[in-house]
Nanobody, 123 residues
Framework: QVQLVESGGGLVQAGGSLRLSCAAS????????MGWFRQAPGKEREFVAA????????NYTDSVKGRFTISRDNAKNTVYLQMNSLKPEDTAVYSC????????????????WGQGTQVTVSS
């Protein structure tokens, strides 16, 4: 059973930064693509960013391009989401997920999910 554990969430003022981490403690096969999704209260889960298993390719939703950066360290089985210039509309529970698909933006294509970490951006 693959376990994904997110950390790094918290409360930050608008314009601030946070770095989320996702540790895949039992995901020893680094050929999984990884993604970050978020869900705000009363809204559907939405795709944020994805990274290929080598880290060479990435994909972002338009609203975070230029502000968020996804990266991975396969030696540490960890994926990161660096979030800069945060806005109140970025407030959500952020979850990481693993997939065999390449850079998928569809949550149904992801096989394993973490429990999520809360990010709150105050105005």
């Amino acid at each position: 059973q693959v376990q994904l554990v997110e950390s790094g969430g918290g409360l930050v003022q608008a314009g601030g930064s946070l770095r989320l981490s996702c540790a895949a403690s039992t995901l020893t096969d680094s050929t999984y693509g990884m993604g970050w999704f978020r869900q705000a209260p009363g809204k559907e889960r939405e795709f944020v960013a994805a990274i290929s298993w080598t880290g060479a390719r990435t994909n972002y939703t338009d609203s975070v391009k230029g502000r968020f950066t996804i990266s991975r360290d396969n030696a540490k089985n960890t994926v990161y989401l660096q979030m800069n210039s945060l806005k109140p509309e970025d407030t959500a529970v952020y979850s990481c997920a693993a997939t065999r698909r390449v850079l998928s933006i569809i949550s149904g294509n992801y096989d394993y999910w973490g429990q999520g970490t809360q990010v709150t951006v105050s105005s």
